[in-house]
């Protein structure tokens, strides 16, 4: 194997380096004798195996060993800048020109014991479950088949209207009167034939079963509607019983926000809900709550692409293990007015959620 440098950037100073990483992470390196940098010149080629390093450094005017070389490639494999310098082997042609920004994106995240390629191709067996086909659903699916998700099963019971355009991007006016899952299908087979399958469902979800039902067998489930009222709960029961983690997010008043559960990892919404319940502010102001504004639907174009994308990078997290999910059990909001406000809340594990905490013998 040929490590190879990643694209990045790297800036020389007097006795020392620095690796601009991911996160614009620094790394420095020192280098009194010049020797790191004529290393990462070479590994910028990618054309040596470790065991070639040390007649290419001779060539520099450096006299290393193949156990000094094994050795500063594995550190810098360890701070994240190497990879295999074949990261795309095994693709075909079509995939690579296909998919070659979200390959370069992946590299940021592959190492010499994991290339760039085994995110797509976790991406491609993918399986996914996506609960709404509207605004913030159908968002997600053109997300999914630009990265190439191998197979989205859409479950929706609405019709496409002429409203919906201001949002829904997927739909066009033709669409007016059909099946949103029937319009999306036919979307994702115009825009990308033979990639993503996508399985139009057009079925309401109103329970538990039915989500633990089509969820079987999916690698993630991404809930994107807002009906019935306690949704959340039913598909947090649901993926607790498949094992599987969800995906969930919406907009309220000014506010979007979205938030995943990892089944049997982070804490579950149903924790969430006990610890509410345990400061009782909820309660006391839901109850005394004399209008609701629920069914207003405020979501502009923009609003409803941000919250996707946000959605969809989180679902391919879980997907590909890029890097950790980054909303398990975490409240992320976005304030769309006043200053875009942000805010990123983790909650915790309640000790008598029943899901987190089974009962034993159950
Ligand atoms: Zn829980």
Request: negative net charge.
């Amino acid at each position: 194997m040929q490590p190879r440098l990643k694209s990045i950037a790297v800036v020389q100073r007097p006795a020392e380096v620095i690796l601009v990483g991911r996160a614009m992470e620094l790394t420095y390196l020192a280098d009194p004798d010049g020797s790191v940098a004529a290393l990462l010149q070479i590994l910028a080629q990618g054309a040596h195996p470790v065991t070639g390093l040390p007649a290419a450094m001779r060539e520099r005017g450096f006299t290393v060993t193949e156990a000094d070389m094994a050795a500063a490639v594995a550190a810098l494999d360890e701070v994240g800048v190497l990879l295999p310098a074949d990261t795309d082997a095994g693709l075909d042609p079509d995939t690579l020109r296909r998919y070659e920004s979200n390959l370069r994106f992946y590299d940021l995240f592959a190492g010499l014991e994991r290339p760039g390629a085994a995110f797509h191709r976790a991406m491609r067996d993918a399986d996914v479950l996506l609960l709404g086909a509207g605004g913030v659903g159908s968002g997600v699916l053109q997300s999914l088949v630009g990265l190439g998700a191998g197979r989205v099963r859409l479950v929706d019971f609405d019709v496409v209207e002429e409203k919906n355009l201001a949002r829904q991007f997927a739909y066009n006016r033709a669409d007016v009167g059909r099946a949103k899952v029937d319009a999306a299908r036919d979307w994702a087979v115009r825009y990308s034939p033979g990639t993503t399958a996508v399985e139009a469902v057009h079925e309401r979800v109103a329970d538990a079963a039915t989500i633990r039902r089509l969820g079987a067998g999916a690698s993630v489930v991404v809930s994107c509607i807002d009906s019935p009222s306690d949704i959340q709960l039913l598909v947090n029961e649901a993926c607790f019983e498949l094992g599987v983690p969800f995906v969930t997010g919406g907009l309220q008043y000014s506010t979007l926000f979205y938030w995943s559960v990892e089944p049997g990892v982070s804490p579950c919404r149903l924790c969430l809900e006990l610890n509410r319940a345990d400061e009782g502010a909820t309660q006391e102001f839901e109850q005394s709550v004399m209008m609701s504004a629920e069914f207003v639907n405020r979501a502009t174009g923009p609003v409803a692409q941000l919250l996707a994308g946000f959605m969809a990078l989180e679902t391919g997290r879980y997907l590909t293990r890029t890097d950790p999910p980054v909303a398990a059990a975490t409240y992320h909001t976005f304030d769309l007015t006043d200053g875009m406000r942000t805010t990123q809340e983790p909650w915790p594990r309640h000790p008598g959620c029943t899901l987190c905490h089974p009962a034993p013998g159950a």
